[in-house]
């Protein structure tokens, strides 16, 4: 168990609409890092966001959002669905700001499958 | 940032001893080595890092050679649980850094 929740496991849903992903860092982290997992793209890096504040964006369509709250959980918005969203979905967790020597801590992911 | 190789797949046998090795022959002075493992469907898991020489732990030991151009992830006897996706990062220390995991190498342990 790493100590990062994500929520809901698994989503099955239409193309055109709307779903929000959760994150629950480990405690006392303040780093959260997105990423997207599809068969064909590998690990995708999307956004990162420390202490409440977006710090570095990657591959993000600008369809999807996120954000982190002062509890430090975060949100990944995806909108106007389409049938290549569909991947696995993480969130990890990191102590600092950036990884110099720290590890990163990865929750077992939200599977989204646009039907 | 150092780019990374690492073979795309790699079959191996219960008991035997496995070697991945990692090519980053831009690596800079203050980077350190990082390797992961991802089962399926699970997020990538920590494994060991390294600076130069050799680390080891529970789980695995990590080869860097002097001029620290590649690393080689060792695992001993390995099982059919290790069966993963193995991924090799290098992490420059200092400002922000954001983990690129690239496709890894595919390990297949066979019975």
Same mark, same amino acid.
Request: aromatic letters at 10%.
């Given at each position: 168990?790493?100590?990062?929740?994500?929520?809901?496991?698994?989503?099955?849903?239409?193309?055109?609409?709307?779903?929000t992903l959760r994150c629950s860092p480990r405690s006392g982290d303040l780093s959260v890092y997105w990423y997207q997992q599809s068969l064909d793209q590998g690990l995708q890096f999307l956004i990162q966001y420390y202490n409440g504040e977006e710090r570095a964006k990657g591959n993000i369509l600008e369809r999807f959002s996120a954000q982190q709250f002062p509890d430090l959980h975060s949100? /990944? =918005?995806?909108?106007?669905?389409? /049938?290549?969203?569909?991947? /696995?979905? $993480?969130?990890?967790?990191?102590?600092?700001?950036?990884? =110099?020597?720290?590890? /990163? $801590? $990865?929750?077992?992911?939200?599977?989204?499958?646009?039907? | 940032?150092?780019?990374?190789?690492?073979?795309? @797949?790699? #079959?191996?046998?219960?008991?035997?001893?496995?070697?991945?090795?990692? @090519? +980053?022959?831009?690596?800079?002075?203050? #980077? *350190?080595?990082?390797?992961?493992?991802?089962?399926?469907?699970?997020?990538?898991?920590?494994?060991?890092?390294? *600076?130069?020489?050799? &680390?080891?732990?529970?789980?695995?030991?990590?080869?860097?050679?002097? #001029?620290?151009?590649?690393?080689?992830?060792?695992?001993?006897?390995? @099982?059919?649980?290790?069966?993963? &996706? *193995?991924?090799?990062?290098?992490?420059?220390?200092?400002? @922000? *850094?954001?983990?690129?995991?690239?496709?890894?190498?595919?390990?297949?342990? +066979?019975?």
């Amino acid at each position: 168990d790493s100590g990062v929740t994500q929520t809901p496991k698994h989503l099955i849903t239409a193309t055109g609409q709307r779903v929000t992903l959760r994150c629950s860092p480990r405690s006392g982290d303040l780093s959260v890092y997105w990423y997207q997992q599809s068969l064909d793209q590998g690990l995708q890096f999307l956004i990162q966001y420390y202490n409440g504040e977006e710090r570095a964006k990657g591959n993000i369509l600008e369809r999807f959002s996120a954000q982190q709250f002062p509890d430090l959980h975060s949100e /990944l =918005n995806l909108s106007s669905l389409e /049938l290549g969203d569909s991947a /696995l979905y $993480f969130c990890a967790s990191s102590a600092v700001q950036g990884l =110099n020597t720290g590890e /990163l $801590f $990865f929750g077992e992911g939200s599977r989204l499958t646009v039907l | 940032l150092a780019k990374t190789t690492q073979p795309i @797949s790699m #079959d191996s046998y219960e008991g035997q001893e496995v070697n991945i090795t990692c @090519s +980053h022959n831009n690596i800079a002075t203050n #980077d *350190y080595i990082t390797w992961y493992q991802q089962f399926p469907s699970q997020g990538p898991r920590f494994i060991i890092q390294g *600076y130069k020489t050799k &680390v080891t732990n529970e789980v695995a030991s990590l080869f860097i050679p002097a #001029d620290r151009k590649s690393s080689t992830l060792s695992l001993p006897r390995v @099982s059919l649980s290790d069966t993963a &996706v *193995y991924y090799c990062l290098v992490a420059p220390s200092g400002g @922000s *850094y954001i983990p690129t995991f690239g496709r890894g190498t595919s390990l297949i342990v +066979h019975p």
